[in-house]
């Protein structure tokens, strides 16, 4: 009789598991869930694989460069800009259980339906972020989040201080700490996903021979801490005097500079390595460049859940009240130890 283990196919412990069937079972967790999520993030995995194959082959499609439009933003539109933001919305929009979708792209957000018609679900996203960079091959990413469409409960007044402003908040404008879900993906020398559904931070990569995100690690950790900073330093002599304080403290400590100008690039980075991303004020963009609502505040959670801190002159990122879908915020966030480095040279007060 053949020793069996000799038979036994040689199982690793780690098994296979795409995102579709991970979402599944964390779902399973959830009792009464109804597979709306997963929906919804199976749309925006389709979406993530058709944008990342428009990137890959934008050079041959000859997709590159400018679209020729100014957007919301004042910035120049990228022709995948425009490609993505209709992929994304082409893909969502046949969800019966959305109600609105916001891009970076359009002035004003896309009222799908009403929650009385089904619409449970905000999407807001920035479709690709860093596109600037489209052009030489620089990693970019498309940015999400998910906010659940619950009406108010005036009696209850669930934002305490702001009872007044209750009345006027459309469902899609809440503070970051009500995100149901938060994502990126970035389109890189690899296709990865990252995603937290507030249960903790899981990476897929997509591999292309199955068409399929894997799940690759659960429960990402960000590095307490790691002797890097990533600031667009050209604009050093327009920061606040405490940023100033740290980046000579840091020269003197050192530090090394990673810095793509792609959010989601260099927000990886750092995720897997640990330090620290900042964007301070500077004069061009006093109250910060990066977007709140669809990158700030996602990026925020995931660093958060994953361990990290994220603040915006010295206040958590996702206790900030929004009042406009595309408002803009400063940002610092990274390895917990890296970010309060920064905050023992820069005093808050002295910032606004
Ligand atoms: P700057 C890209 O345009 C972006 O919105 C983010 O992805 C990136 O972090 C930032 O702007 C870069 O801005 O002023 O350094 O070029």
């Known amino acids: ?43 925006i995995a389709l979406a993530a694989k058709t944008i990342g194959n428009k990137v890959r082959r934008a050079r041959i499609e000859d997709v590159l460069g400018d679209h020729g439009d100014i957007n919301v933003q004042g910035e120049k539109q990228q022709k995948l800009d425009v490609i993505a933001n209709e992929i994304i919305m082409r893909c969502l929009g046949d969800r019966a259980n959305i109600a609105i979708l916001a891009s970076e792209e359009d002035e004003h957000p896309v009222v799908l339906r009403d929650r009385a ?44 201080n702001d009872r007044r402003q209750a009345h006027d908040v459309p469902h899609y404008l809440q503070p970051g700490f009500r995100q149901a879900a938060a994502g990126y993906i970035l389109y890189g020398s ?84 640990g330090g620290v991303f900042m964007y301070p004020p500077t004069k061009t963009h006093p109250g910060g460049k990066l977007r709140l609502m669809y990158e700030a505040n996602p990026m925020a959670m995931i660093i958060e859940q994953a361990g990290g801190k994220a603040l915006a002159d010295g206040q958590r990122i996702l206790d900030k009240r929004p009042t406009d879908l595309h408002e803009r915020t400063t940002v610092l966030m990274g390895s917990a130890e890296e970010v309060d480095h920064v905050m023992e040279h820069v005093h808050f007060d002295d910032v606004k």
């Open 1 to 43: 009789m053949p020793d069996l283990d000799i038979l036994r196919p040689h199982y690793t412990s780690d098994n296979l598991t795409s995102l579709q069937s991970h979402i599944l079972s964390e779902e399973q967790q959830h009792p009464g869930a109804t597979g709306d999520f997963t929906w919804i993030l199976s749309a």
């Open 117 to 160: 018609e089904g619409g449970r679900y905000c999407i807001l996203f920035d479709p690709l972020d860093g596109s600037s960079n489209i052009d030489f091959g620089v990693g970019v990413g498309t940015i999400f989040t998910v906010f659940r469409n619950e009406r108010r409960n005036e009696s209850r007044g669930l934002f305490e």
């Open 190 to 273: 690899s296709t990865i996903f990252v995603l937290t559904t507030g249960n903790g931070v899981d990476m897929f990569v997509l591999d292309q021979s199955i068409g399929s995100f894997v799940l690759v690690e659960r429960h990402l950790k960000i590095p307490k801490s790691n002797k890097t900073y990533s600031v667009n330093e050209a604009y050093v002599d327009t920061f606040p005097e405490g940023y100033q304080k740290y980046l000579n403290w840091a020269h003197q400590n050192g530090y090394s500079s990673r810095y793509i100008g792609s959010m989601v690039a260099d927000v990886h980075r750092m995720l897997l390595k």
